[in-house]
């Protein structure tokens, strides 16, 4: 059975840059989609970024961003690994959340998605506290 733990959050100040890891339980990668979300209590799961399988090929991905964190988030993943992983730089106070990782499956290697209802396997969640 897939599973998902993630890692790397922390208490950071604005302006930081925080690195969080999603390690995967299930070898190959290929064909499984990776998100990032987060939730803040008394708001919904909302979607940070995604990351297409790679298929047979291993070459090429495609990635989806929200909207506010387009530009200062980059979601990159390690086939060696067995990891994806989330790179956040300029935090902002709005950033702070539970993060979490999620996946599903896809034989369509360019398949994105932000919305939480498209992925079945979650992981715990790992903190992020931006805060001066």
């Known amino acids: 059975q897939l599973e998902l733990v993630e890692s790397g959050g922390d208490l950071v100040q604005p302006g930081e840059s925080l690195k969080l890891s999603c390690k995967v339980s299930e070898l190959p990668l290929g064909y499984i989609i990776i998100g990032w979300f987060r939730q803040v209590p008394g708001k919904e799961r909302e979607g940070v970024a995604c990351i297409s399988s790679n298929g047979i090929s291993g070459n090429g991905f495609m990635a989806k961003y929200t909207d506010s964190v387009q530009g200062r988030f980059t979601i990159s993943r390690d086939h060696a690994k067995i990891a994806v992983f989330l790179q956040m730089h300029d935090l902002k106070p709005e950033d702070t959340a539970i993060y979490y990782c999620?996946?599903?499956?896809?034989?369509?290697?360019?398949?994105?998605?932000?919305?939480?209802?498209?992925?079945?396997?979650w992981g715990q969640g790992t903190q992020v506290t931006v805060s001066s």
């Open positions: 999620a996946a599903t499956s896809s034989f369509n290697r360019l398949y994105t998605s932000l919305d939480p209802a498209d992925f079945d396997t």
